[in-house]
Structures are given as structure tokens and as C-alpha cells.
């Protein structure tokens, strides 16, 4: 190669044994786009300078000093030694990666699939978090449901609590009341003491006596100091007794109490005959005191397949049916100043109710059919 001979890129390339070595074909286009520019366009743009054993220029635009530096030249090699340079430079407006559009597509693409991924792992996170969430505050709110639940229970004993000591006081005054004003009538001279007026004064002793033994029994039970003998027995047998003292009563009040049948099966249930015996007359004295003279009275027994029905049902007067279900509440009554006027304290179904539950059975109270109210007694029986 001379100076100012013509130019011929295939002059670049040395033989196949000139032993040159420079990596990479430069001459080759690569295989990929953008294509490369002419080698015209290369010398004229300035991409490669051909310079001479001693890096003077040969061929190309002004090369400059200072890049003529090993990382920029390389060796060319005839016959074992170095007959010149070629220098590279690249283009200062080269954008290759913008150029290239499978480079582009395969970014886009990239891309596009990490917005996917982010999104799905997005979704993932919060679905998660809604679950973990969930797990983490149902025990808290059962929690709070509980604290809750304690709090209204405790409020409701501690309302309970008050009305029991209200109702207690209003139940011993009325009598306390009866007794003060008869024994001062007595004592001023005002009334003589005849036996209609002592006889009056021992009943109202007596109301009060029973009213203070009520009150000691719930107050044991709700202590569980109530102490029950349990034992096989037959409830048929202890009701028929208990109607027999009641029936001179409710025929000296004109009222017809119907025979209890007794021809049926033998009945027998685990209890305590004494308390049995309480449970029946409680009934039957509420009944005999709020049905009207000349009305019924009906007892009916029957055997379930695991229980021992016992009911009560009387006539007039009804008794509401929202108030069915309070009948069984301490010093409850449907017509305060007709009970009490009748003498009652409004305690006998709560301790009927009590017995009931501590024989493990069961009470309610429904409208009858007679026309008054029915109380129906569930005991369960002894397997036989």
C-alpha cells in the first residue's frame, strides 16, 4: 500500500497467514441490524483511520492525537511485522440501541411483562393481607364480643340486684304496714281485741312469715345452698295427695277441679318429694287464688318418650300471652293491685321454676284452652 494510491477496502484485509489478529472481523457486518454504513461512509464520517508503521495518517479525515492510543488502534501485521495502524472511533451520533428494533421490541416487551408481574404480585400482596388480616382479628373481635357479653351480664345482674332489694322492701312493707296500723288501733283503744280482729292480725303474720321463708329459700338457692334428697319416686302419687288437701278449697270457692287420672303407666323420675311436694301446692295455690269462683281447674298427666308432662290449666281470667314467658320472675305480677290484694307476692312461680330446674326439667306457662292460663311441668324419667 502506497500514499495516494487509490483505495480499496480489500486492501484492509491481510492474508489468511499474515498472522493478524485483531479479534472481531471488522469487515463483516455484523449479523444483526441496523446495517453498517459504506466504508466510504466510515472513512468520511470518521470511524476508522488507516495509519502508517509510525501512526502517521495515511488515509481517513484529520485523525486526532489524542486518540492514538492503544484502545483505539490496532495493529496491522505482514509477514510477521507491523506495517500499520487502524484507528476507531465511534460515531458521535451513533444510537445503536434506539436504531435496533428487536432491541426495542425485546425492551417493550420486557417491560410490558414486568408491569404483569408487578400487578399480579400487587393482587397477590393485598388478597393476602386481606386474609392474614381476617385471621388476626377474628380472635380479637370473639374477644370483644366476649368483654362485651360480661359487661351487659354484669349490668343486667347488677339491675337485677336493685330490683330485688326495691321489690324485697315494697313486699315486707305492705304487710309490716297492715300489722303496725292494726296493733296501734289496738293499743290507742280505737278497736277491741275480739277474735276476728287477732285472727286477722295471725294471718297477716303468717303472709309475712311465709313471704321471709321464700325469700331465705330463693336467696339459698341462688347461693347453691339448697339442698335436694333425690331419689326414685313416682310424681303421680306425691300430685294425687297434694290435690287431695287442695280439693276442700276449691270447692269452698266454687270452683271444679277435675279428677286427676290416675290409671296411667307408673311414672318414675329421680327427685326430691318434699321439694315435689312444694312445686305441686305452689301451683295449685296460684291457681286456687286468680281463678274466678265458678270456674275449673284441670290436671292432666302423660308420659313422652324421655318425659314425665305434668299441667295445670285453669279458666278466666287470661292472662296475656306477652306476658306468659315473665310469670316465672321474682315479685312479677300481671295486675299488681289485684295480686296483691289477693295476697300474693308474686314468688311462687320462681320457686316453682327453680324446683324444676334443679330436677333438670323443665317449665312454661302458655294460654289454656279453658280460658285462663295452663303451667306445664316437663320432668325427666328414669330409664327403665
Known amino acids: 500500500m502506497q500514499q495516494g494510491a487509490g483505495f480499496d477496502p480489500e486492501d484492509l484485509r491481510p492474508p489468511p497467514d499474515a498472522g493478524f489478529d485483531a479479534?472481531?472481523?471488522?469487515?463483516?457486518?455484523?449479523?444483526?441490524?441496523?446495517r453498517p454504513p459504506s466504508p466510504e461512509g466510515l472513512l468520511r464520517d470518521g470511524h476508522v483511520w488507516v495509519l502508517d508503521a509510525?501512526?502517521?495518517?495515511?488515509?481517513g479525515p484529520p485523525f486526532p492525537l489524542r486518540d492514538a492510543s492503544e484502545g483505539n488502534l490496532r495493529p496491522i501485521v505482514w509477514g510477521g511485522a507491523t506495517v500499520g495502524w487502524l484507528g476507531f472511533k465511534p460515531h458521535p451520533h451513533a444510537q445503536p440501541f434506539r436504531d435496533d428494533r428487536l432491541q426495542a421490541a425485546f425492551i417493550e416487551q420486557q417491560?410490558?411483562?414486568?408491569?404483569?408481574?408487578?400487578?399480579?404480585?400487587?393482587?397477590?400482596?393485598?388478597?393476602?393481607?386481606?386474609?392474614?388480616?381476617?385471621?388476626?382479628?377474628?380472635?380479637?373481635?370473639?374477644?370483644?364480643?366476649?368483654f362485651n357479653?360480661?359487661?351487659?351480664?354484669?349490668?343486667?345482674?347488677?339491675?337485677?340486684?336493685?330490683q330485688w332489694v326495691a321489690d324485697t322492701s315494697h313486699e315486707l312493707r305492705t304487710p309490716l304496714a297492715v300489722l303496725r296500723s292494726e296493733v296501734e288501733a289496738l293499743l290507742d283503744g280505737v278497736r277491741e281485741p275480739t277474735p276476728e280482729r287477732l285472727r286477722s292480725l295471725h294471718g297477716e303474720i303468717m303472709a309475712l312469715s311465709k313471704l321471709v321463708d321464700?325469700?331465705?329459700?330463693?336467696?339459698?338457692?341462688?347461693?347453691?345452698?339448697?339442698?335436694?334428697?333425690?331419689?326414685?319416686?313416682?310424681?303421680?302419687?306425691i300430685l294425687a295427695e297434694v290435690v287431695s288437701g287442695f280439693r276442700s278449697r276449691f270447692e269452698a270457692k266454687n270452683i271444679a277441679l277435675k279428677p286427676l287420672n290416675q290409671h296411667i303407666a307408673k311414672i318414675t323420675v329421680l327427685g326430691d318429694a318434699q321439694r315435689l311436694r312444694q312445686l305441686f301446692?305452689?301451683?295449685?295455690?296460684?291457681?286456687?287464688?286468680?281463678?274466678?269462683?265458678?270456674g275449673a281447674c284441670k290436671i292432666a298427666v302423660r308420659?313422652?318418650?324421655?318425659?314425665?308432662?305434668?299441667?295445670?290449666?285453669?279458666?278466666?281470667?287470661?292472662?296475656p300471652e306477652s306476658a306468659c314467658t315473665q310469670l316465672f320472675e321474682r315479685f312479677y305480677r300481671v295486675d299488681s293491685s289485684r295480686s296483691r290484694r289477693l295476697g300474693g307476692a308474686g314468688l311462687g312461680l320462681a320457686i316453682c321454676r327453680n324446683i324444676v330446674e334443679a330436677h333438670g326439667g323443665g317449665i312454661r306457662a302458655q294460654v289454656s284452652h279453658l280460658g285462663g292460663l295452663s303451667v306445664r311441668v316437663e320432668l325427666p324419667l328414669l330409664p327403665s
Open 23 to 34: 479479534g472481531p472481523d471488522v469487515f463483516s457486518p455484523p449479523p444483526e441490524h441496523p
Open 303 to 319: 308420659q313422652a318418650e324421655t318425659m314425665a308432662i305434668l299441667e295445670v290449666s285453669d279458666s278466666a281470667p287470661a292472662v
Open 281 to 294: 301446692g305452689n301451683l295449685l295455690e296460684n291457681r286456687l287464688r286468680y281463678t274466678d269462683a265458678g
Open 149 to 162: 357479653l360480661l359487661a351487659r351480664t354484669l349490668a343486667h345482674n347488677e339491675q337485677c340486684r336493685r
Open 54 to 59: 509510525d501512526r502517521q495518517q495515511v488515509s
Open 214 to 237: 321464700d325469700l331465705f329459700e330463693l336467696s339459698l338457692y341462688d347461693l347453691g345452698n339448697l339442698k335436694y334428697r333425690m331419689e326414685p319416686l313416682n310424681p303421680v302419687g
Open 111 to 146: 417491560a410490558r411483562t414486568g408491569y404483569v408481574i408487578m400487578a399480579f404480585a400487587l393482587l397477590i400482596s393485598l388478597v393476602g393481607s386481606l386474609i392474614l388480616a381476617r385471621q388476626f382479628l377474628l380472635p380479637i373481635k370473639r374477644l370483644a364480643a366476649d
